[in-house]
C-alpha cells in the first residue's frame, strides 16, 4: 500500500516571505552557529495539520473531506509579526515568527482537525497555536551553541511584518531528504467568497 507523508497549512505571500528570509538570515549571522536548520522561505507555512501517513487509496475522501469543510468558512486576513521559541527563548527548539489569527482562523482548524479524526487521523492533543517554524535547533546542539541562540533571539526584535489574505487552504506532501524536506502542493481548497 503506497503512503504518503502529509500536512495541511497556510500559504504565504512572496513579500511576507521575502521578510521572514531577511529575517532568518539575520538570526542566523548574529548567532553564528549551525546548531539551527533554517527552513528555507519557500518552505515555511502555517500548518493547520499535520497528518503523517496518508494512504493515497484515501486521497480522493480526504481532499473530498477538506474541500468541503474549507469552503463553509469565509475568508480572513492573518497578522504576521513577532519572534520567539518553543518551549521558551532560553531554551530554544523551534524558532518561530507569530502569527494572530481571527476567530475564524481558529474556527477553521478546529473544524479541520475534526474532520480529519473523523477520517481516522489522530488529533492533535496540544491546543493549536499559530506559528511559522523559521528554524528547529538540532537535537545535538551544544549548551554553548543554544545559549548563542537564546541570545540572538533576545537581542533581536521583530515587529509587525504584514498582513496575510487566507483564501484558500493546501493539502502538502512532504518528501523527507537527506539535504531537508520537499513540500508539493497536492490540492487547494478555496475558502467562502464573502460577499459585501
Ligand atoms: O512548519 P511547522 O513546524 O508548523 O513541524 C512540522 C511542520 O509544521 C509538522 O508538520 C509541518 C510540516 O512538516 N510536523 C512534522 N512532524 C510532526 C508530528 N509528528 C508535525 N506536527 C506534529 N506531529
Keep these: 500500500m503506497s ?3 502529509a500536512f495541511i497549512a497556510i500559504e504565504l505571500i512572496p513579500e511576507i516571505l521575502e521578510q521572514l528570509d531577511r529575517i532568518s538570515k539575520e538570526i542566523r549571522q548574529k548567532s553564528g552557529t549551525h546548531a539551527v536548520r533554517w527552513v528555507p522561505a519557500a518552505n515555511i507555512h502555517l500548518t493547520l495539520k499535520f497528518l503523517g501517513d496518508v494512504s493515497v487509496n484515501n486521497l480522493a475522501l480526504l481532499t473530498d473531506a ?9 475568508r480572513f486576513t492573518i497578522s504576521i509579526g513577532g519572534l520567539g521559541a518553543y518551549p521558551k ?4 527548539r523551534v524558532v518561530w515568527v507569530g502569527v494572530e489569527g481571527p476567530e475564524p482562523l481558529y ?12 477520517l ?3 488529533r492533535d492533543p496540544r491546543d493549536f497555536s499559530p506559528h511559522l517554524t523559521l528554524g528547529r535547533v538540532s537535537r545535538s546542539a551544544r549548551p554553548d551553541e543554544i545559549h548563542r541562540v537564546s541570545e540572538a533571539l533576545e537581542d533581536y526584535k521583530v515587529g509587525f511584518i504584514g498582513l496575510n489574505p ?3 487552504v493546501r493539502l502538502y506532501q512532504s518528501d523527507l531528504r ?3 524536506a520537499i513540500y508539493s502542493p497536492i490540492v487547494s481548497a478555496p475558502l ?3 460577499i459585501p
Design 107 to 118: 474556527t477553521l482548524q478546529r473544524s479541520i482537525e475534526m474532520q480529519m479524526e473523523r
Design 3 to 5: 503512503v504518503i507523508r
Design 89 to 92: 527563548v532560553r531554551t530554544p
Design 66 to 74: 477538506l474541500s468541503t469543510e474549507v469552503k463553509l468558512h469565509p
Design 166 to 168: 487566507v483564501n484558500e
Design 192 to 194: 467562502a467568497e464573502v
Design 120 to 122: 481516522g487521523y489522530e
Design 178 to 180: 537527506p539535504q531537508g
